[in-house]
């Protein structure tokens, strides 16, 4: 079908030609078409940050839209007389973000900050100067975008330490009752999983055959148990965040459906700097973030919420004792 003159479809549908290269097309067309659906267009909250000014005030600001970051925004945006600002430093995930048989793709990608280990004597030896790749997300979604997709709560023992050590509220019992509120379990025995929350989950049973060799040798050691985290020593077919076919991230799940709420405000490309802290009281009253190479301050009415991935801070942090050692030994070598 031909469309009218100067409309450009760029959504393919199926063409007609012979089989040969009716096949190939068809294949074309079909991941063509995936694209299409599976790109960001229209998917999650528009981009705020070219309207942020200086002086802006929100009742909160998140910093990281990541595995935490899109939780919270989610559900702090439910009481509508808040204003949230969710600051993320990266964009929109990609198609490819979506297709977990290709997550390995986004590693070394804008996607992601592209960290690295310091070179080990002990670990990464079979890697090139002995240096581990840290992949961490710098995407709308954060981490939840390039991960592995298993799905793992934790071990009970150590909510209960923190639990113990002061932290009220975070005993198992208690997480647990908040980890259900989300989970969305997709299979008919979810067990302690919750079945109506916002985050989609499926089981994976591994089908190769060295999987029945695996099982034969826990039970000639002895630990022939299905693994729970009641009981973490055993085999387990393990949840993944997919559904359908395609990953199940944060961003998708808690901020796709939430995007045409008024009173939440994304903006990409958006680095926090500097948290704003007043000196007589020390509270944080708001951030510095740049965006589009301008320094903007934002004020919030009721608190800053840290999301983003610790690295960034150990990294400053890192890069500031390396100068100091550089210029304490030019100081040295100068007294000389």
Known sequence: MELPQG????????????PASHLFFTLINTLVASQCALGP?????????NALHNGDEFDFIIIGSGSAG???????????????????????????????????????????????MEPSKTCCLGLKGNVC??????????????????????????????AEAGNVGWDYESVLKQYKKFEA???SNCGLYGKNGQLELTRYKYQEPIRDILEDA????????????EKPLGFWDSLMSIN???????????????????????????????????????????????????ILKINAKKEVILSAVSTNSNEFWNRA????????????????
Request: with cysteine.
């Open 321 to 336: 004792e390396r100068t100091f050692r550089k210029l304490r030994n030019r100081c040295r070598n100068k007294l000389k």
């Open 41 to 49: 267009e229209g998917r999650y909250p528009p981009d705020y940050g």
């Open 185 to 187: 379990c997709q299979e």
């Open 70 to 116: 899109a939780v919270v925004a989610n559900r702090l945006s439910q009481v509508k007389a808040w204003k949230v600002l969710l600051l993320e430093a990266g964009s929109y995930p990609s198609a490819t973000s979506e297709i977990p048989a290709m997550y390995f793709s986004s590693h070394h990608t804008p996607e992601d900050w592209q960290y690295q």
């Open 133 to 162: 790749l840290c992949p961490r997300g710098k995407v709308l979604g954060g981490s939840s975008i390039l991960n592995a997709m298993l799905y793992v709560r934790g071990n009970p023992s150590d909510y209960n330490s923190w």
């Open 7 to 18: 409309i450009i479809n760029t959504c393919p549908v199926t063409t007609l030609a012979s």
């Open 244 to 294: 359908k076919g395609t990953r199940s991230s944060t961003a998708k799940n808690f901020l796709g459906p939430i995007k045409d709420c008024k009173n939440l405000y994304v903006a990409l490309n958006a680095q926090v700097a500097k948290l704003i802290i007043d000196k007589s009281d020390k509270t944080v009253q708001g951030v510095e973030v740049r965006i589009n190479d301008k």
């Open 218 to 229: 826990y039970k000639e050691l002895g630990y022939y148990q299905e693994y729970s985290e």
